[in-house]
């Protein structure tokens, strides 16, 4: 069976512009949460989503949003790109919101 | 602020020994427990979960979970080069919406 998947895998966008990123779960599962980990720290959690309605929300600014779609596939959205905005972002789905995650390869978005 | 705390390490041990990995958290209302490797470059991967106290084990892996010390852990048997990675502790919020929580990670370094 796929595992996560995300799309693209890396990504370089400039200061004020916006990104759209792309998750989809493993097959089956119905919650995807998102992260976003810089160098040397752990995943910071970002959102998280259960049957298409947004169960949690971390500290982020506004620029960023997400959705989950019917076919428990998400994106995150993030406007006005600034430089520290650059991290990996991961994706990771389980079958429920309380359940083991497992994380897809991420996107490395660079901000110049 | 629910933090999770770990020893950055590294922490060196000869192949074949045992590798102990240590984490406390401070939202004393959180259920769920995760150790996440993470080679370099790459996404975390689910090692061990557990939810109640006490010791689980899985092939060379135990997790050992102590609620009223709030404290986590994770014992590698046989220690192997290719264990060398970050480990990840993850706790869930107690607020319900599944949120992780994740420590900075421990650098383990299996010298051969």
């Known amino acids: 069976d796929a595992g996560v998947t995300q799309s693209p895998t890396h990504l370089i966008k400039t200061r004020g512009q916006h990104v759209t990123l792309r998750c989809s779960p493993i097959s089956g599962h119905k919650s995807v949460s998102w992260y976003q980990q810089v160098l040397g720290q752990g995943p910071q959690f970002i959102f998280q989503y259960y049957e298409k309605e947004e169960r949690g929300r971390g500290n982020f600014p506004d620029r960023f949003s997400a959705r989950q779609f019917p076919n428990y596939s998400s994106e995150l959205n993030v406007n006005a790109l600034l430089l520290g905005d650059s991290a990996l972002y991961l994706c990771?789905?389980?079958?429920?919101?309380?359940?083991?995650?497992?994380f897809g390869d991420g996107t490395r978005l660079s901000i110049l | 602020q629910k933090e999770v705390e770990q020893n950055s390490g590294p922490l060196s041990v000869p192949e074949g020994a045992i590798a102990s990995l240590n984490c406390t958290y401070s939202d004393r209302g959180s259920q769920s427990f995760f150790w996440y490797r993470q080679y370099s470059g790459k996404s975390p991967e689910l090692i061990m979960f557990i939810y109640s106290n006490g010791d689980k084990e899985d092939g060379r892996f135990t997790a050992q979970l102590n609620k009223a010390s709030q404290y986590v852990s994770l014992l590698i048997r046989d220690s192997q080069p290719s264990d060398s990675a970050t480990y990840l502790c993850?706790?869930?919020?107690?607020?319900?919406?599944?949120?992780?929580?994740f420590g900075t990670g421990t650098r383990l370094k299996v010298l051969a």
């Open positions: 993850a706790v869930t919020e107690a607020s319900g919406t599944y949120k992780y929580i």
């Open positions: 990771a789905s389980s079958i429920q919101g309380n359940q083991p995650q497992h």
